[in-house]
C-alpha cells in the first residue's frame, strides 16, 4: 500500500496533463479552415461578443468573491487562516475553466459549418466535438488539478484543517458557477426570446436571419449560457462530490485506522474517470460513420465502460473491498439511467405529441410540455433513490459520496458531448448569415438537433449528480456539527424545511421575472429596429452592439440578488435557528429544487425539438399554425431549460457547501 501517498502527486500531474491536451485540440481546432470572409467577420463577431460579457461578467463575480474571501479568512483565522485563500482558489479554476471552454466553441462554430460544407456531416462531427472536449477536459484537468494540488500541499496538516481547505476551494467553485449560470442563462434566454418572439413569429422571417438585430446576441448567448455557464455548473459538482467524498471518507477511515485510504479513493477515481474520457474524445473518430447520435452514445459508453473497469481495480486495491465498487457503479449507471430518460422526453416520442398538440393553438402546445417536464421527473428521482439505496446498502453514507464521483468521474466526457450543443447551434447561425442554401442548413440542423438533446441530457446529469453532491455534502455536514439525527418533531427543524422549500421556488421566480424584464427590453429594442431602419425590406444596418450591451447590462445586473440569496440564506438559518434547522433547511431545499430542475430542463428541451419536427415538414411545416405555437412554446421552454432549471442544481449546492464551511462556526 505504500503508493498511496503518490496518488496527489500523480493526480497534480495527470491534472496538468489533460490541461495540455485541451490546449492542444484548441488548436487542432483553430487550424480548420474557417470559411469565406463573410463567415469569419460574423464568427469574429460572436467571439467579441462573448468575450466581452465573459470579462464584465468575471469583473463582478471577482469583486463578490475577493469579499468573500476576507469574510471567510476572519471567521476563521484561528482553525484555518488559508481558508480564504482556498476559496478563491477555487473560484479561479471555475473561471478559468469558463474562460478557456468560451474561446474555444467561439472559435468551433465557423470551422464546423465549414466542415460541413466541405465534407458534410461526420466531418462537422468530429470538428464540433473536437471543440467541446477543450470544455469537456478542461472541466476534468482542473478539477483534478485542483483537488489533487490542495491534498498535495495540505498533507502535512492535520485531518480537519485539510477538510476544511478542501471545502473552502469546493465552495469556490460553487460561488463563481451559481453567477456564471444565472448571469448567462439571463443573457442567452433575453436574446433568444428577442430574435424569435419578433423575427420568426411577427415578422416571419427564418431563424438566424441576418436582418433580426437580435441575432448576433443570440448566438452569443448560446454560448455564454451553454458552454461557460453549464462548464461552471458541472465544474462545482464535480469538485464538491470529491471533496464531500473525502470529508466523509477522512472519518470513515479514521475508525478503521485507515483515513489516507479512504480520503485518496475519490481523488483516484476521478483520476481514472479523466483518463477514460481522454479516450473516448479521440474514439470520436472511430464512430463517425455512425449517425451522430449512436457516435456520440458510442463513444460515451466506452467511456464509461473502461471508468468502471479502472474503478473496480482501484477500489479493491486501496481498500481491500469490492462493497465500496457497487456505490460508484450505482453512481455512473444512475447518470446513464437519468441520460437516457432526458434523451426520451427531449427526441423521442414525446415531442410529436407536443407538436401535434400545437395544431390546436399556443395554450395546447404549453400544456402539452408542462406535462412532459412533470412526468420526465418520475423515472430519474426514482432512478436516484435506487442509486442511494445501493449505495448505503453498500458503504453507509460513505458510499452515498462515492455514488456522486461516479456519476460525475467521467465528466470529461459528458461535457464535451454537451459542449458540442452550442457549438453546433452557432455553425447553423453562421451558415445562415453567410447565405448558404438550404442542403447546409439541413446539415447544421440536424447537428443543432442532436445539440439539444446532449443539452437535455447534459442538464439531466448534472441536476442528477446534484441530488448526490448535495445529499454527500449534508452528510458531511450532519458529521462535521456531530448531529446524530434531525428531528422534524422540531419546530424549529420543520421551520428550516419549509423555508427550505420555499427557497428554490422565490429563486425560480426571481430569474424568470429576470429574463422576463430583459426580454422585454430586447422585444421593444427589436422592434424599434425593424421600424425606424428598414431592416426588413433592406434598407438599413441592424445595430448588432446596441442588443448585445441590453442583454449584457440586464444579466449582469439581475444575477446579483438571486446570487445573494443563494449564500446568505444558510448562513441566516443556522445562526438564527441552529445546526438542525439548518439541516432540515437543506433537506427541503434539495427535494424541492431536484423537481424544479429537472422539470424545467426537460419540458425546454422537449419544446425546442418538437419546434424542429414540425420545421422538418411534419404538422404543417414552417409558417403554419402549428408552428407559430410551436415557437412560442420554444420561447417559453428557453428560460426553463437555459436559466431556471440548470441553475437549481448549482443552488442546492451552493447552499449545502456554504452550511458545510460554516459547520465548524454552528457545532
Known sequence: MEWF???????TGLGGAGILLAGLNYYAIKRHPDGTEAMRRYAQAIHDGAMTFLRREYRAIALFALALTVVLTGAFYARAPLVGAAYLFGAVSSMLAGYIGMK???????RSAEAARLGGIERALVVAFTGGSVMGLSVAALGLFGIGLLILLGQSLAMPMLV????????GASSVAL????????YTKAADVGADLVGKVEAGIPEDDPRNPAVLADNVGDNVGDTAGMGADLFESYVGSVVAAAVIGAAVGAAEGRPLAYLLLPLALIACGLLASVIGVLAIRLFRGMEPQWALNGATLLTMALFAAGAAW????MLGSLKPYWAVLAGLLAGLFIGAVSQYYTSGPPIRQIARSSRYGTATNILSGVAVGYLSTVLPLLGIAGAIWLAYISSGLYGIALAGVGMLATIGIVMSADSYGPIADNAGGIAQVAGFGESLRRITDRLDALGNTTAAIGKGFAIGSAALTALALFAAYQSQTGLKAISLTNPQTLIGLLIGVALPNLFAALTLRAVARASDQMVAEVRRQFHELGLLEGRGTPDYNRCIDIVTAAALREMVLPGTIAVAAPLTVGYLLGAEALGGFLAGALATGV????????????WDNAKKWIEEGHEGGKGSEAHKAAVVGDTVGDPFKDTTGPSMNILIKLMSIVALVFAPLLS
Open 164 to 171: 476544511q481547505y478542501l471545502t473552502g476551494y469546493s465552495m
Open 179 to 186: 453567477f456564471a449560470r444565472v448571469g448567462g442563462g439571463i
Open 595 to 606: 423537481v424544479i430542475g429537472l422539470m424545467m430542463a426537460n419540458a425546454g428541451g422537449a
Open 5 to 11: 501517498p503518490e496518488i496527489p502527486y500523480m493526480a
Open 314 to 317: 482501484l477500489v479493491q486495491a
Open 104 to 110: 474555444a466553441s467561439t472559435r468551433s462554430g465557423v
